[in-house]
């Protein structure tokens, strides 16, 4: 099939089947987090943890439990990492003190960037107990916080904005935990396999010797994709037969990373009474990532036949694309091929998608919020130039709020650029690239993006497990994670106590094609003034060259 042909039916077939299932989707997380009811396993873990599920919070105690949960997540598996030389179904070894430290901020983080290797760091226990359970708490923190700013908007003078315990619990009891279920039975029945089997030897047709591996791998796949996480149970990731077999299942996986972010649109728009807001945000997100999938695909493709470098043949250029577009547009580590093989400017795609503030359409829950504050910059903006109040659904974009939305937008662009500048200077972590050149800025700015985004890709061409880059890469990780989640918490608290003033004709319009096309202007714009001129030393001088 021609490239371009196949190209447009599988965006198409995504699509589709995005928009069949983001509506119901939507409505049930909608139904999840305006119920007044408790399931019976709730009101367990509300007692076990000594929680009130009927007392809210304001944004400050909501803020603090978040961060908390956050640091206490990063002692308690830092502690496991380093006792599963001890533990049941573990290595006999532990990580270096370095690599465990930042495998625990990696994946309390919702980052899962991996400085080890796959199946030989990590035992069954810690994949199992420690790394899943992560990839399921933090993307509920994530939708927790997106879902605690939803309800600033659409309260009006109010003091609290929900109780975070209760949103983190059913986000993982009544979102992720069911969908999870499935998902893990559909990738078992396509040839993920789901065991607690030591590896073994096997002899080949050719007379060869072959080391299979087992592992509980369905379970951690299913959440590392439909979490946003991105973790690989081996250190192939989704590039590795056992963890996406073909192209249907790697085509589902791509549908698992975006099945959620594109969801919870609809879901503001339920929350906020203006479903037409939610399909701003969802034509927003579907026009970056359709962008830059055609773009990527373009850059693989160009020349005779395109570059099948560091890709796998059972999904070729487009599937390899496409899945890395997912991923990078979210906040999901995960690679079916190794960016440091693809061409400058596909890698360097792959780049700005996470420098556009991962809102293509970002993290479980970070892709609304942080499209929401692009929502209040791109108002506050147009409402100067046409010299009108900029109002979101009747709340002011006063100072406070620009300043705490301007600061969230401003955190990971200086994480990425000052980390980035030390890194490509300091010998320590000079010494640990592959390439140098324009090559190697593009893999150690890469690196601190990866981080800073809380994506956990790589490149894979920086020999990162060492301890200033170890050290250096989970305080970009943690930093990037919960300082923006403050600053969020700190403009819902800002909006909830406004009165929520109806719409009048000086009203600037946040719903239809000018507000979008805006609203697409000011990610792009923000995000290119900020880093073209490191584009420019990295991807775009390695292509003119």
């Known amino acids: 099939m021609n490239v371009t042909l196949q190209a447009i039916c599988m965006i198409a077939t995504i699509a589709?089947?995005?928009?069949?299932?983001?509506?119901?989707?939507?409505?049930?997380?909608?139904?999840?987090?305006?119920?007044?009811?408790?399931?019976?396993?709730e009101r367990l873990i509300y007692r076990a943890v000594g929680v009130d599920p009927r007392v809210e919070q304001g944004w400050r105690t909501y803020a603090i439990a978040s961060v908390m949960f956050g640091v206490a997540s990063v002692v308690l598996l830092f502690a496991l990492i380093m006792a599963q030389g001890v533990l049941p179904w573990g290595l006999g070894r532990s990580q270096d003190?370095?690599?465990?430290?930042?495998?625990?901020?990696?994946?309390?983080?919702?980052?899962?960037?991996?400085?080890y290797g796959g199946e030989s760091g990590a035992g069954y226990t810690v994949q199992m107990a420690g790394l899943t359970v992560q990839n399921f708490v933090s993307a509920a923190t994530g939708i927790a916080v997106a879902v605690a700013l939803c309800r600033a908007i659409a309260r009006s003078n109010a003091a609290t904005i929900g109780n975070f315990w209760v949103d983190l619990v059913r986000s993982c009891t009544r979102i992720l935990l069911p969908i999870a279920f499935v998902g893990a039975l559909v990738l078992v029945a396509g040839g993920v396999i789901q065991n607690l089997s030591s590896p073994h030897?096997?002899?080949?047709?050719?007379?060869?010797?072959?080391?299979?591996?087992?592992?509980?791998?369905?379970?951690?796949?299913?959440?590392?994709?439909?979490?946003?996480?991105?973790?690989?149970?081996?250190?192939?990731?989704?590039?590795?037969?056992?963890?996406?077999?073909?192209?249907?299942?790697?085509?589902?996986?791509?549908?698992?990373v975006l099945a959620i972010p594109f969801s919870l649109p609809w879901m503001y728009g339920l929350m906020v009474g203006d479903r037409r807001q939610g399909a701003?945000?969802?034509?927003?997100?579907?026009?970056?990532?359709?962008?830059?999938?055609?773009?990527?695909?373009?850059?693989?493709?160009?020349?005779?036949?395109?570059?099948?470098?560091?890709?796998?043949?059972?999904?070729?250029?487009?599937?390899?694309?496409?899945?890395?577009?997912?991923?990078?547009?979210?906040?999901?580590?995960?690679?079916?091929?190794?960016?440091?093989?693809?061409?400058?400017?596909?890698?360097?795609?792959?780049?700005?998608?996470m420098m556009l503030g991962e809102v293509s359409p970002g993290g479980v829950g970070t892709g609304l919020y942080n499209i929401i504050i692009f929502a209040?910059?791109?108002?506050?903006?147009?409402?100067?130039?046409?010299?009108?109040?900029?109002?979101l659904l009747g709340k002011a974009i006063g100072r406070r709020e620009i300043t705490y939305a301007a600061l969230a937008v401003v955190v990971m662009p200086a994480l990425v650029l000052?980390?980035?500048?030390?890194?490509?200077?300091?010998?320590?972590?000079?010494?640990?690239?592959?390439?140098?050149?324009?090559?190697?800025?593009?893999e150690m700015m890469y690196?601190?993006?990866?981080?800073?985004?809380?994506?956990?890709?790589?490149?894979?061409?920086?020999?990162?497990?060492?301890?200033?880059?170890?050290?250096?890469?989970?305080?970009?990780?943690?930093?990037?994670?919960?300082?923006?989640?403050v600053l969020v918490l700190a403009v819902a608290g800002a909006l909830v106590s406004q009165q929520r003033r109806p719409a009048t004709v000086g009203t600037m319009p946040t719903h239809g094609p000018v507000f979008t096309s805006l609203l697409v202007g000011i990610i792009v714009i923000v995000a290119g003034l900020t880093f073209f001129p490191s584009l420019a030393l990295g991807p775009i001088a390695e292509a003119l060259s």
């Open 16 to 41: 589709l089947l995005l928009a069949f299932i983001h509506v119901p989707l939507g409505t049930w997380m909608y139904r999840c987090f305006t119920d007044e009811r408790d399931w019976a396993p």
């Open 97 to 115: 003190w370095h690599t465990a430290f930042n495998t625990a901020v990696s994946f309390t983080t919702n980052t899962n960037w991996q400085s």
């Open 201 to 256: 030897d096997v002899t080949t047709l050719v007379g060869g010797s072959q080391t299979i591996q087992g592992g509980p791998v369905a379970s951690q796949e299913v959440i590392k994709l439909l979490g946003t996480n991105g973790g690989g149970f081996f250190n192939a990731n989704s590039a590795h037969p056992l963890e996406n077999p073909n192209g249907w299942t790697n085509l589902f996986e791509i549908l698992l």
């Open 280 to 353: 701003v945000f969802t034509t927003a997100m579907g026009a970056l990532f359709t962008l830059s999938a055609g773009l990527g695909i373009w850059a693989e493709t160009s020349g005779a036949l395109g570059s099948m470098e560091g890709k796998e043949q059972r999904f070729g250029i487009v599937g390899s694309v496409l899945f890395g577009t997912a991923t990078t547009g979210t906040s999901t580590g995960a690679v079916n091929m190794m960016h440091d093989s693809m061409s400058p400017l596909g890698g360097g795609l792959m780049m700005l998608n």
């Open 376 to 391: 209040l910059l791109t108002v506050f903006i147009a409402g100067l130039m046409v010299g009108r109040t900029p109002e």
């Open 418 to 442: 000052v980390f980035t500048a030390a890194g490509v200077v300091l010998p320590v972590a000079k010494d640990a690239l592959l390439n140098h050149g324009p090559h190697g800025l593009s």
């Open 447 to 485: 690196a601190y993006t990866s981080a800073s985004n809380n994506n956990g890709s790589a490149f894979a061409g920086l020999s990162a497990d060492q301890p200033y880059l170890n050290l250096t890469l989970a305080a970009c990780m943690f930093l990037g994670r919960f300082l923006p989640i």
